[in-house]
């Protein structure tokens, strides 16, 4: 298994909703990543687990939640959005932090309104 | 702060010409990647570029990285209409991966 799944594919909710965005691999890897991608810019970094513990915040709004239950699962818990948090949430993992493979998700198409 | 910069933004060719992306990047780490996008879609891996000198070739795409420079180009060949993406390089730096702006390549028949 070489991919990363992400589920669901499109997401629409509101603005006082509460939902959660979920990233799984198989392949071993021991880090990854959640990126922000808006129309038309490139992906950009939120978060970054390491061996399931998280290792970087981008300055994300608490607003965005992420969670690392085990190696092969990744989350975000999103609560209380913005319309301008619509965006295309990609997932990606790497065999470890600091490995040049990274593997990219399809990606979860998110509409707040 | 860690920059990474792609030129052209908007690249329209002729099916059959070849031309360049270039990027340029501000960190002192030389990893080096490229990565397609399909209209929403993910991203699909390219290349990796590790060291000065770097050349990788897949079809009529060709990456390379000059370090000293820190620039990497990517060489279309006889382009086809297949090719029509968005392009991103992206930088490894401060132990993250940063992207580019983007190219939005469109072949015309």
């Known amino acids: 298994d070489t991919e990363v799944t992400q589920t669901p594919k499109h997401l629409v909710m509101g603005m006082t909703n509460k939902k959660s965005l979920k990233c799984e691999q198989h392949?071993?890897?021991?880090?990854m990543y959640w990126y922000k991608q808006k129309a038309k810019k490139p992906p950009e970094l939120m978060f970054v687990y390491s061996y399931e513990k998280l290792s970087i915040n981008e300055s994300v709004p608490s607003r965005f939640s992420p969670e690392c239950p085990n190696s092969s699962l990744l989350n975000l818990h999103l609560h209380a959005l913005q319309p301008e948090d619509s965006a295309l949430y990609l997932c990606?993992?790497?065999?470890?932090?600091?490995?040049?493979?990274?593997?990219f998700g399809s990606g979860t198409r998110l509409t707040v309104v | 702060e860690l920059k990474v910069e792609q030129n052209p933004l908007f690249l329209s060719m002729q099916e059959g010409k070849n031309y360049t992306i270039y990027c340029n990047y501000s960190?002192?780490?030389?990893?080096l990647y490229w990565y397609r996008q399909d209209p929403g879609k993910s991203l699909e891996s390219l290349f990796v570029l590790l060291s000065n000198g770097a050349v990788k070739q897949e079809g009529r795409l060709m990456a390379s990285l000059d370090t000293k420079a820190r620039l990497s180009t990517l060489h279309i060949t006889a382009a086809v209409h297949d090719l029509s993406a968005t392009y991103f390089c992206?930088?490894?730096?401060?132990?993250?991966?940063?992207f580019g702006t983007g190219t939005r390549l469109t072949i015309i028949p």
């Open positions: 992206g930088n490894f730096g401060n132990e993250k991966l940063t």
């Open positions: 960190t002192t780490s030389d990893r």
């Open positions: 990606a993992s790497s065999q470890a932090r600091g490995s040049y493979g990274y593997t």
């Open positions: 392949m071993g890897h021991r880090a």
